[in-house]
Structures are given as structure tokens and as C-alpha cells.
């Protein structure tokens, strides 16, 4: 360890996503009218450039938030970074307010992120990842400050808070290793253009979620001679709850309500609303999918195969494919099916952030399952030794519900955590509280 009690960073953002762009552009409007109080801010991203799940950019393919729940517009309105004055600088707000639409399509969404990934770009450090936090101790014996160190071993500052925002893990079932013919659904574009330009015959996708019906849609749309067979185990597609009572579940308000709740209730709650979110799909596409199953049932040519009620329990590769064996329902024979590919629509997790904390994890609080615990500005509950602060965006659905991982309240997540570091440093610098940066 260091000694130190020197930063020359009030925080460094540990990846570049949706997230932190947010915190980004918090911190740009901040500064913008701080005068002498700015916030000294840097981030750190792997991708060479902003990207956010390209492999999954199919054409045709629509957000589940509506445009308002941009990265700044739920915590200022009047924000020049907000969907709309991304529309009107594009020339094209007229056009979409004509679309009569609250749902962008994901290509539209991601030029929208790219866009205004591009204000901030000198804030970013694209094309690096983080090691590790190398904890800087000072005289009195506490941890105020922070190297961030780059795996090629580059310092890229020291901060006195860092906000990790990793994102989510693609997830795939024990024993589920990728290859050149067996992908997770975060990759399909990709992946998809590695395969020979000869004909396909068959994919199978393996999943009952958003993702896994969008691949089966797409697939089945664009290959238009290879049998597409989807493969879960439920007996159908189960339909998003989005309506409104439902939807409300991610209203900033919500996360109040959550985070205060008894653990308990916060395990009800997940129960009840993860149909919200989780292995469900939108009504549309359900109704889309259905409509091709039973317009080839009638043309006697059936290419598209939904196979409830089935896993995929083992997978041999061969020179020109796998070969996937099916349990279907029941005791029946199993079905050994070759494919071109095999992809798995199996979600996310969140991403062991062990590695990035190193000697930190163990001044960190955590619960009886060994999670993180928080503060309701997102903030990690430490030791008292540790005094620089770490934030997480992502990864607290047990603290925070729902909304944690998802893009809803991106803006105002962002101005909280904002708030809670100038009320942490004018603390540190002995000037009155403000009351207009409270937060609990």
C-alpha cells in the first residue's frame, strides 16, 4: 500500500455504459454552472468505443422503456442531452413525433447513446480496462483515496470515490462453454457473421425471454430456408406485464419504497413484478410468432418449431455443427437434433466486482449471502477505515428492486449519487450542508 492522502480526481467511473454516460452528463451539467465547485471526473472503458449490446442491434427491434426514460430528461427536463434534442439536431423530430411511438427502435436508442457518448468523449478512456483499486493510506492510519490501475499497469489517477459500472455478464448454463458454434445471444450479430455463406438448414435458441424471442423472430426472418426451433421449458412464451400499475414498480419513488422495506417484503416484491422484466416478452411478438407458426401449419411447410416443455441437456461439436440432444416433456425418447448454431438466450448476472475491489473487498460491509451492502445513494457500507467512497450502478436489485439493472432510472440514479459526492466532499472541506444535495 501507498501512502498518500492526495487525489487529483473527485471520481473515476470503472466502465462506460448507459450508467456512467449518465453520471457523465450529470457531471458536465454540474460543472457547467459550478463555477470554482466542479467535479473533477474520469472514466475508464474497455470497448474502443461506446457500445452497448451491438450484437443484439436487429433491425425491426424496439426499446421496452419509453424514449423520456433517457439518460438525463427524469433528472432534468431541460437538459440538452435528453432524446428529444437528440431527435431535433438528427432533423428528425418531426418525423418521430408523427411515428405516434414511446418506444424507439434499439438502433435508433443506440445512435441516440453514441451521440451523446460523443460530448463526454474527453472524459473517457476508451480502450482500458481496470485491474484493480490500489488503496492509498494516510498518515492517520485510513484509506481516503484510491490509485485506479489499468491491466497494463498505467495509473489513470487517484480518486477520492470511484463508480463502478461494469454492467451485466452474459449467462450460460453449467457446463455451457462458448465455441465457434455455440454462442450466447449477446454475441449473435457477431457471431453470425463468422459462419460460412453457405446455406443454413437449422438453429436452435435456447430461452423464453425478450432476447430469445427477438433471435427466433430475426432468424426466422432472415434465413428464410433454415428451421428455427426454439427450445425452453415452460409451455409458452409468457407474456411483460407492462401496465401501468405494474409499470410503477420502476418509478424513482418505488426505489424509496423498496430500500426501506424489511427483506421480506423486498423478496415479495421481486416475486410478484418479475414478470415485469424476467423470461417474459412482449405481447407483440408473441402474437407475431404465433401468427408464423400457424401460417405454415396451414402451407403444410412448418420451419419455425417452438419446443416447450425441453432443455438442451447435452451438446457434441462436429466438423459442420453441433449435434444438441432435446429432453422434450414426459419420459419420451430424446430428440437429437444438427444445427448451425446454438445460442443461448440465458440473461445476465451481475459481475463479480472481487478482482477490481482486490485489498478493499475486505473493508467492505456485506449481508449473510455475502452481497454488498449499500446506502440508499448507492453507496457501499465500509469499514470506517475506508473512507473514499465506492458506488455501484448495477448489481443492487437486493438493496434497491428492479429497476436497478435497467435503464429506467439511469437519470436519476445519477443525480443522486452526483449529490451524494459534493455533500461528501463539502463535508471533507468543512463548508454547511446544502440543503439541496440531501440525500439519505
Known sequence: MTSSDVADHD???????????????????????????TVRAAFAERQPRFGWHRGMLLDGATM???????????????????????????GRLVDFINHKTMFPTRLEFHDYLEWAAAQVRHDVHYGTAVRALRPLVGRDGTIAAVEVVATDGRILGRTRN??????????????????????????????????????????????????????????????????????????????????????????????????????????????????????VVDIDLIDELYRRVYAERVSGRGRLRIMNMSRVVEVQRLPDGVRARVDGPGAGEPEFLHCDALIFATGYRPADLTPILGDLAGLCVTDDQGRLQLTRDYRVRTDPALRCGIYLQGGTEHSHGLSSSLLSNSAIRAGEILRSLLTGRNRREGKPADPRLAVR
Open 162 to 279: 470511484v463508480v463502478l459500472g461494469v454492467g451485466l455478464q452474459p449467462h450460460l448454463p453449467e457446463g455451457v462453454h462458448v465455441s465457434e458454434r455455440v454462442w450466447h445471444s449477446n454475441d449473435l450479430l457477431s457471431r453470425l457473421g463468422t459462419l460460412s455463406r453457405t446455406r443454413h438448414d437449422r438453429f436452435l435458441v435456447v430461452g423464453a425471454g425478450q432476447s430469445a424471442a427477438e433471435v427466433v423472430e430475426y432468424l426466422h426472418r432472415t434465413h428464410p430456408h433454415a428451421e428455427i426451433c426454439a427450445v425452453h421449458s415452460r409451455y409458452g412464451y409468457s407474456p411483460a406485464d407492462d401496465s401501468p400499475f405494474a409499470n410503477r414498480i420502476f418509478d424513482p419513488g418505488a426505489v424509496d419504497h423498496f430500500y426501506d422495506a424489511p427483506d421480506s417484503v423486498k423478496q415479495t416484491l421481486l416475486a410478484y413484478h418479475g414478470n415485469t422484466n424476467y423470461a
Open 11 to 37: 471520481l473515476i467511473g470503472v466502465g462506460f455504459g448507459p450508467a456512467n454516460l449518465a453520471l457523465a452528463i450529470a457531471v458536465h451539467e454540474h460543472n457547467h454552472t459550478a463555477g470554482q465547485e
Open 64 to 90: 421496452q422503456v419509453s424514449f423520456l426514460k433517457d439518460l438525463a430528461t427524469m433528472r432534468n427536463p431541460t437538459s440538452a442531452f435528453g432524446f428529444l434534442p437528440y431527435l431535433h439536431e438528427r
